[in-house]
């Protein structure tokens, strides 16, 4: 008999794991109270350039090949732009080539010759910079809807605006979830709310510590073809979409930002972010389209939670779910459907959520 899973959240992460689990039999319900996600602020860089440690490099890489094989099963708004990387620059850029190199990430070290004919409409091109081919940029809302739309194409159900208040259990094991329309049953529950999942797992006394970690994404108006890459520079990161947007997040250093509380109004931080880029596309008329708000889920020591946590109930949170979802899905169907096996637990025994005890009372 097919698995009937609930899946609380409709991120990518949630949007993901459904297509997976429904296109191998499962019969998945996807459960979202339609408020905003962190995937709707997304800057929308997959890459492995960015790690905490060399496991968790493993993964990022993996989640990169990852995506590559979910593309060839379903038509993604994914391109291969692959990332230009100069916000160090000397020894610390050399040593970032050197560990990278190592670890076997495909990269290359070219001059500013090569740059100015990769990017000529970048300003103040770099003596030296990173160049990571094999990385991309995603439409995280399209693909979202994309992969939910599959999901839903082959089965599953998607509820919209319903508020998932707490989790059912009978007997020590979970059984569903209720809702203000009343009880939802399933042999299993993923729980991939985002910022979402702390409240919710705290109720079933599953300690899911997340920290406050806001971030502003500006839009520009749509612009003539400026950027072939993701750049990543000491300005800070942008893309173009294809409509012709650039997006480019406020804080520099994105990626690594920890600041836990955004100092600056909406306008004020827009227009200083408007003002960095227009330093990087000098002449470019360019206006402020937008300046979108996403709160990161991002786990207390940096790291994904993913795992099981009692008979029934599983839980999967983490920054960053653009690079991560597709191998996520992968694994996270596989253990749902068949437990852990020797290849799930050798890729998420790091991140496991019985690592956080539970706070004393």
Avoid at 148 to 169: N, W
Avoid at 328 to 356: H, K, T
Wanted: net charge negative; glycine share 10%.
């Amino acid at each position: 008999m097919a698995q009937n899973v609930i899946i609380v959240g409709a991120g990518i992460i949630g949007a993901a794991v459904a297509y997976r689990l429904q296109s191998q039999g499962a019969q998945v319900t996807v459960v979202h109270d339609g408020r905003a996600r962190a995937t709707d602020a997304s800057f929308g860089w997959i890459n492995a350039s960015f790690f905490l440690d060399h496991a968790h490099f493993r993964l990022r890489h993996e989640g990169i090949a990852a995506w590559q094989r979910l593309m060839r099963a379903v038509a993604l708004p994914i391109r291969q732009t692959g990332c230009l990387c100069w916000e160090q620059q000397g020894a610390a850029l050399q040593a970032q080539a050197q560990e990278l190199g190592d670890l076997g990430y495909p990269l290359e070290i070219i001059d500013r010759n090569q740059f100015q004919a990769l990017e000529p409409h970048v300003a103040n091109a770099p003596e030296q910079c990173l160049y990571f081919p094999d990385e991309m940029a995603i439409d995280s809302v399209a693909v979202t809807q994309v992969l939910l739309d599959a999901a839903v194409a082959e089965g599953a159900k998607e509820l919209s605006g319903l508020e998932v208040q707490e989790i059912l259990r009978d007997g020590g094991r979970v059984t569903g979830v209720q809702t203000p329309l009343g009880p939802l049953v399933a042999d299993q529950v993923l729980v991939a709310a985002g910022t979402g999942t702390q409240a919710l797992m705290h109720k079933v006394g599953v300690h899911v510590p997340l920290v406050e970690r806001p971030a502003l994404v500006l839009t520009t108006n749509p612009l003539p073809k400026l950027v072939d890459h993701v750049l990543v520079s000491e300005l800070g990161e942008v893309t173009q979409c294809e409509n012709g947007d650039l997006i480019h997040p406020v804080a520099v250093g994105h990626q690594s930002d920890a600041a836990e509380r955004i100092d600056l109004a909406p306008d004020e931080a827009g227009d200083a972010a408007l003002l960095r880029l227009k330093a990087m596309f000098p002449g470019v008329a360019m206006s402020r389209a937008g300046v979108q708000l996403a709160h990161r889920p991002v786990p207390e020591d940096g790291m994904p939670v993913v795992g099981g946590v009692e008979g029934g109930l599983y839980v999967a949170v983490m920054h960053s779910g653009i690079t991560l979802a597709a191998i996520m899905a992968e694994l996270i169907a596989d253990e749902l459907q068949q437990g852990v096996s020797n290849q799930s637990g050798g890729w998420l025994g790091p991140y496991r959520p019985e690592r956080f005890a539970a706070p004393q009372t």
